[in-house]
């Protein structure tokens, strides 16, 4: 019988390739080594494929570590991306990005950007106002916690 795998184990997988070490990882989760390498056990006996190799207190990630943390990390953005998108539902709030652009960039740049595709947002309303850039500083918004990976500064 296989056991299921949950986000926190998503978690602690992406935790031990960005960390390189057990202990480290286990500092960061907040689990001990010896939880964390029977955890990651597990989760390689699931997924059936070995996703580190372990020297000392090393480890490196093998080919099937790094697809399986590709998309663990989509996973675990999902599952924020849904939590905020429930609060905000239930707030009544919908989503909003406001791209404000110097008088010097292209307009077909703007148009891009505004015909964009966010797929994790489906009821985006997308905003363009030229402004001067004293005028952008002052309207800066704080993007929220945890969405801070949808958006790139250029």
Same mark, same amino acid.
């Given at each position: 019988m296989t056991s299921h795998l949950k986000i926190r184990d998503l978690e602690l997988v992406v935790a031990l390739?960005?960390?390189? +070490? %057990? +202990?480290?990882?286990?500092?960061? *989760?907040?689990?001990?080594?010896p939880a964390l390498c029977k955890r990651l056990l597990m989760i390689e006996g699931t997924v059936q494929a070995?996703? %580190?190799?372990?020297?000392?207190n090393c480890v490196t990630i093998t080919e099937a570590g790094r697809h399986f943390v590709e998309h663990a990390k989509e996973c675990i953005? =999902?599952?924020?991306?849904? *939590?905020?998108e429930a609060h905000e539902a239930k707030r009544g709030e919908h989503h909003k990005l406001r791209i404000g652009a110097s008088a010097y960039l292209s307009a077909n740049l703007i148009k891009l950007l505004q015909?964009?595709?966010l797929r994790l947002y489906h009821d985006l309303a997308i905003q363009g106002k030229r402004i001067l850039i004293s005028q952008q500083m002052e309207q800066v918004v704080v993007v929220p =916690?945890?969405?801070? =990976?949808? %958006?790139t500064i250029f």
């Open positions: 390739c960005e960390e390189g +070490t %057990f +202990t480290q990882a286990a500092k960061r *989760v907040g689990i001990t080594e070995r996703l %580190f190799e372990r020297n000392h953005h =999902s599952l924020h991306c849904a *939590v905020h015909t964009g595709e =916690s945890g969405l801070e =990976s949808l %958006f």
